[in-house]
């Protein structure tokens, strides 16, 4: 059970969250909503919230007053906000806000691939993301914020012909990040051959 102290300071971030909220203008437009419809959760969750908040201050050139104005952000604030204080892992919730950085960049707010992204990084385990680093390291995938090309195109065999982790990169497949090659080999097959699909391309930009 959390001492005084510590419900003290949990109640603090709320409060720097609204502060931070109050000095930017605009955005209490998405962080009312987002109270209205997650109040309690982020009562129970508030370094969270104030996680969020603070990666909004600190991207400045991403979150300008045209961005926080136009409703499909402020939707896509709450939708995301409400991700990120439920997701248990650390890590997943570095890369949602990778996703959500690159949504605000974006130009076409309302066909962004908001909530496919999230759903697809919802669905993957610990080695899926392992996989996923690999590729990135081996074949040279842009990040969200560093735009260059693959170094090859596929089909790749991402272990060569080893077995390793090839319940994960059937996984993989299954998300859409990869799609399996069904040209014809010699000899047996035991790690599948794949291609990188556009939305795998720019989904693998997400993971660092």
């Known amino acids: 059970m959390a001492d005084e102290g510590e419900i003290l300071l949990e109640d603090t971030a709320l409060i720097i969250a609204d502060a931070i909220v109050s000095s930017i203008p605009l955005l209490n437009l998405a962080?009312?909503?987002s109270k209205a419809l997650l109040e309690s959760g982020m009562k129970l969750r508030q370094q969270r919230a104030l996680e969020w908040v603070e990666m909004v201050r600190d991207n400045p050139t991403y979150f300008t007053e045209a961005v926080l104005s136009d409703e499909c952000f402020q939707d896509g604030f709450v939708y995301m906000l409400e991700n990120y204080i439920i997701e248990r892992s650390e890590h997943k919730r570095k890369i949602t806000r990778n996703i959500?950085?690159?949504f605000a960049?974006?130009?076409n707010l309302?066909?962004?691939l908001l909530e496919k992204f999230s759903h697809t990084l919802s669905q993957l385990e610990y080695k899926d993301i392992e996989v996923l680093k690999f590729v990135n390291e081996k074949w040279g995938i842009a990040g969200h914020d560093r735009p260059s090309p693959l170094k090859l195109r596929g089909p790749y065999q991402i272990y060569d012909?080893?077995?390793t982790n090839v319940e994960n990169i059937h996984n993989l497949i299954n998300l859409g990040i990869l799609m399996n090659d069904s040209g014809a080999r010699l000899g047996p097959i035991t790690a599948p051959f794949v291609n990188i699909t556009?939305?795998?391309e720019k989904f693998i930009g997400y993971i660092t």
């Open 31 to 33: 962080w009312n909503l």
């Open 100 to 102: 959500f950085l690159d």
């Open 105 to 107: 960049e974006s130009d």
């Open 110 to 112: 309302e066909n962004f």
């Open 161 to 163: 012909n080893r077995d």
């Open 198 to 200: 556009e939305f795998g």
